[in-house]
């Protein structure tokens, strides 16, 4: 990155706190020095000027890629078990990390029951809907255990969701495993 050469220095040669010193430089940039790893042999010198430039260099490419992020591509040889992060601990008990998707309509239920995954939560805009995502849940895979995400904010005077998963519970609408 650095157009000048490094030279055997005289007096102050490029130090790991001299090199922070320069880089960490950033002005009204959106970026900080965080870390900063130095490889150069010791007793070599470079330019401050030429510190200088390679710091800007070094802006003027994260700025470029701040305004130009990579793009996303689906991999069709990627699974979910490749979007779980990897634990190098044991799971606690016998509950190994998992992914419980939450769904918003009866399509997206369906999908989720037919590629075997035996837990859901379930989010539904029109609370009539429960006790159909029940039998579908029941028809599809009857094994699977179907959770109610209630809304997360009510107003006084809509409770209407929360009164209609109360009544499927009394019904015996709600599968519990």
């Not at 650095?2 to 959106?30: C, F, M, V, W, Y």
């Not at 992914?99 to 995954?117: K, T």
């Not at 409770?159 to 209609?164: C, G, R």
Request: glycine share 4%; proline share 8%.
């Amino acid at each position: 990155m650095s157009q000048g050469t490094l030279e055997i220095a005289r007096n102050k040669p490029l130090t790991t706190d001299r090199l922070l010193q320069q880089h960490s430089r950033l002005g009204n940039t959106p970026f900080k020095l965080a870390t900063l790893a130095n490889n150069l042999a010791d007793g070599v010198i470079l330019p401050v000027s030429e510190l200088n430039h390679v710091r800007r260099k070094l802006v003027e490419q994260l700025l470029e890629q701040r305004i130009h992020p990579r793009r996303w591509a689906l991999s069709p040889t990627r699974t979910c078990g490749d979007l779980l992060p990897k634990m190098d601990t044991p799971a606690v008990g016998d509950c190994p990390p998992s992914v419980v998707p939450l769904v918003r309509s009866l399509v997206q239920l369906r999908a989720v029951l037919e590629n075997n995954i035996t837990r859901v939560y379930c989010e539904l805009e029109n609370p009539v809907h429960y006790r159909d995502a029940v039998d579908l849940t029941r028809q599809i895979n009857p094994d699977a255990s179907l959770y109610v995400a209630p809304p997360r904010i009510t107003k006084p005077g809509e409770q209407y969701i929360l009164k209609q998963v109360r009544q499927a519970d009394a019904d015996g609408y709600l599968v519990r495993n």
